[in-house]
């Protein structure tokens, strides 16, 4: 023991700050989920208000499985997540299977710096420019008026909002995403397409035999990674975009936490609903690495 | 090698395709440019046209009289500097003994960081944290909370790792400390990944403006990205402590105004940083 700290005091000394943040902003606060077992509702009182609530046992967690809030913020989390990994999910990959078939290698270039640009824009941003495009003055429902058509305000829109979230998603970050599949492409070997051009294969041949196969192991673990997040939902996105009129599909846990915890002041049962999603997440994430081991990916951890 | 007729068919309609994409992608920024510089009556009656006539920067000049908008920025700048350089700095010092091999805590310090990525304690939790510590509505707000991301850390971990260790070796050998081989041998070496992690922390810092909307109620220390988020949400536009001598300009114009000055310092550094960035996602895309 002794020893320990006379050999390697220097790199204690260096762990420290970053060990201090770690506990200080990591785990006290996983400590002060407690309250989502104790009636802390008070303003004030600090941290000793919080040590000094009653303890309540499941009680918040009861009224939050029974109230009507649960299902619809279940629902939306799942439909939203589910569309994501139908749309979000492929549509990188296809966009880099294609940037693959460019052969001018400077157009290549200039299309990946254009579609990497959205990724860099706050939320904020997106939301705005979506806003103007989609309001009642833009492009679209110019468009429309054009064609006779009423103006339809989309971002207040229960029929469409889901699209507008998809696809400004899409638009953010698809280019973005195709940077690792580009990356496992470029690692394929030459001499594969060469023999199968000697064999007739035509491009898309190529492309479905050669090329999609050798990027299934990283496909696999952006697979997984997004799996492990089909709880946690795009808080940033969703709140910048949404607003009471489309709560209906768009309200999801955190934009419900956040309402009613921080602006509602009911911190033990937002906190009891955190928990839930907090386990539920850790379970899902050792899940599917267990799945993608048997499966004989390398898993995550 | 000849080409087919097939063959040539899909590269039209692939560079077409590609072509399109780019325009979805630039055509949101550059209707909005326009736009915003359109005179009212320019901007109501053409809602499709995508270059003003006629140049009216209305929107423009009442937002550079607006002072919000310097002090919002000076902020933003602060907490991406500040942030940035006190995060690498932090975020090193961790990494470095967490890849020694030899060092006993390595396990137990790894296993401490990276289930942070699995597990936390969330918003409710975080904000009565902040909030006892009397953060709230402090610039520290903004920098001490966001400190170590653990995938970067993780990243810095395992680029450490790759340096031979004989060069370490070598320099112990000549009596360098730890803190001397990581300041003159290890940092050096790891430029590459240095460089990423500074260049995802400084967007991070400059695009995050949800730790304003929880902890700061004070408008003056807003960072731009919110008070934009509010100018974009609210009806609130003209809250902006312009020269009140000026005649204000219609919202919109405003809103557009704002959405450009608050685009075009990162689209101006972009290009020089895009080569870091796809670099950092390679690295971050290894292994954790």
Redesign the interface.
Known sequence: MKK?FRK?W???L??L???A??I??????????I?AFKNYNGAAG??KG?LDADFIGLTYFKIFFRSEQFSRLLRNTLILSGLRLLFCFPAPIL?AL??N???NQK?KK??Q??????Y??????V???????VGT???L???R??YGLAPVYYMASVKHFRALLIISEI?KTV??GT??YL?AISGVDMQQYEAA?LDGA??FQKMFYITLPSISE?VAIMLILQM?KILSDN??QI??MYSDSVYEVADVF?TY??RT??VGSK?SY??AI??C??VV??FL??LTNKAAKKLGS?G?? | MKKSRGEITFQIINTVFMVLVCAAMLYPMLYVLGHSLMGDAERALNPLRLFPHKLDATGYKYIFTAKNIWRSYGITLFRTVAGTLITLAISTLLAYPLSRRDYPLRKVLTFVVTFTMWFSGGMIANFLLIRSLGLTNSYWVYIFPHLIDPFHLIILRNFFMQIPESLEDSARIDGANDFVILTRITLPLSKAAIATIALFTAVFHWNTWWDAMLYVSKRELWPVQYLLQQIIASANVFDLSANSNMVRPPAEAIRMACIIVVTIPILCVYPFVQKYFVKGVMIGSVKG
């Open positions: 320990f390697y220097l790199l204690n260096m762990v700050p970053g060990l943040y770690f200080l902003f990591k785990y006290v606060p996983m400590y002060g989920l309250i600090g941290l919080i966009l294609l940037l078939e460019i052969t157009f200039s299309v710096t254009i579609t990497y640009i959205p860099f824009l706050s939320w904020v941003v939301a705005g420019l979506l806003r103007i495009l003055e833009g492009p429902n110019g468009l008026a054009q638009w280019g973005y940077i690792v990356a051009e035509n491009r990283i492990g808080f940033e709140y910048t955190e936490i956040y915890g921080i911190f937002t906190s955190t928990l999603k907090s997440s850790l994430i050792l390398e995550l951890f």
